[in-house]
């Protein structure tokens, strides 16, 4: 077995591009028996989310993983990463220096998968769709500066927004935007099922058990036209129901590839013990692992009780234990590979101290032990997530400042009570929209948040905004440095860790390197069943 690490070279404003010396778009379709990728990702619809694949509702890696294949978007990630690049069209640019205004004319002949032809209108139809259903899953927010849509004849639009906003094209590129048929979507409700029409590189066919998929069938869309190039004809995407199941089917050969979510024990088992025709590849990632408040609850609502936890808890501890080298301790929302970043929370709290959180609930006047139950989810972030939280109880309770329990619930009921506020702290994982500071601090601070958090800070509402109109993104820099003082401040949110990312493929699968963006969203085209280059 080979083991792979490719890393970036550098963070300047957003994350740089990775570079290694393989691969290329210029491939053929690469032809052969369909690849088989693997995941614990889940996909189940029910009364909480019964449209868990419309882009107007999806907001988690493992779904958009299924509409990166399906949907066009006009512009999209490049490979390894950097600044996105035309897909649905033809070229795309602000027309203003205050980044107001964004203008972009469509590629000549674009299609739907049926045959039907893309225009602007349909994509005005899309983008306008996703602000007028609203879900709650909190995908609006990411187009919510949107003011007015504008189309000139059938290939252009121009995107009026509210303030200024510099990632603006990154935003476009999210699956959030992807373009949607007016034949195939309601403009004003979710399309419930599992069923996806776009113009993307492939198609898709779900096959289901009950109400949740099995499978997921990928095949090329004679119909795409767009910047990306395939290397394959058909990939299947198969859900297991754990990391050990998945990794059984690797060396089996029943999969060729599996990605998210190997377990800690998997990846640290492939480095040290070679398998036979596997080969485990690091790819960067920027992942983070944070514990989450209702700021109205009344065991939380006390900063002094947040601040606490931020004083006692043992970032390094957690992450040695349980994760070992696949991740490091993260005092700050922003990750270290973003330029941006800085320890706040370190900066404001140093190392873990009891005696240091004593005072803090001291001077609050708030009687100890704090009886508190820490939520988690058992089917989305992997095997670790138990252990992790384990972890955490352990070190909350050691100081008897603490009286605290932990509870597992699988995502399909987690996520919709987290979100009606019945956790006081829960867990959760972010993998980034985009790579930019703005990703990791908006979807928290934001009104209309993922979280659908209570807690507000008018100052951090003020500073997003600011911090948008910054074209040279290392210029926002200063702004960013305040938002996370003020989350280090408040805790509204309280960061634990940065993971990297992985896959582990059978040796005759080529483009391996590139199965995954730094959001961690696959990207299957890039796969091939031996060179086609």
Known sequence: MNVKTLVPLAAIGLLAPVLVACGSTDGGSGGGDAIVVGTTDQFEANADAPAPLDPAYAYDTGAWNVLRQTFQTLMHPPRGGGEPVPDAAESCTFTDNASESYRCKLRSGL??????????????????????????????????????????????????????????????????????????????????????????????????????????????????????????????????????????????????????????????ELSASPKEGITLTEVPGLEIRYLAFNTDDPSVKDKAVRQAMAAVIDRGQIAGQVYGSTAEPLYSLIPTSIAAHTNSFYNKYGEPSRKKAAAILSDAGIDTPVKLELNYTTDKYGDGTAKEFEAIRDQLNAGKLFDVTVKGTEWSKFRPAQKRGDYAVYGLGWFPDFPDPDNYTAPFLDEGNFLNSPYVSEEARKLIPQSRREADRTAASPAFKRIQEIVANDVPVLPLWQGKQYVAARDDITGVEWALNTSSDLQLWELARGSDV
Do not use: C, W
């Open 111 to 268: 299609q739907f998968a049926d045959g039907t032809p893309v225009t602007a209108e349909d994509v005005k139809f899309s983008i306008q769709r996703v602000l007028d259903i609203d879900a709650d899953n909190g995908t609006a927010a990411l187009l919510s500066n949107i003011d007015t849509i504008e189309t000139k004849g059938d290939d252009e639009i121009i995107f009026h927004l509210a303030t200024p906003d510099a990632t603006f094209p990154y935003k476009l590129s999210t699956p959030v935007a992807a373009i949607v048929s007016p034949k195939q979507y309601d403009g004003k409700k979710l399309r419930e099922g599992f069923q996806v029409d776009g113009s993307g590189p492939y198609t898709a066919r779900a096959e289901t058990d009950g109400d949740r998929v099995s499978k997921i069938v990928f095949t090329k869309n004679p119909h795409y036209k767009g910047d990306i190039k395939l290397r394959n004809d058909e990939v299947e995407l198969r859900s297991f129901a754990d990391a050990d199941a998945m990794g059984k089917a690797l060396e089996s050969g029943d999969i060729d590839l599996m990605t998210r979510a190997m377990s800690p024990e998997q990846i640290e």
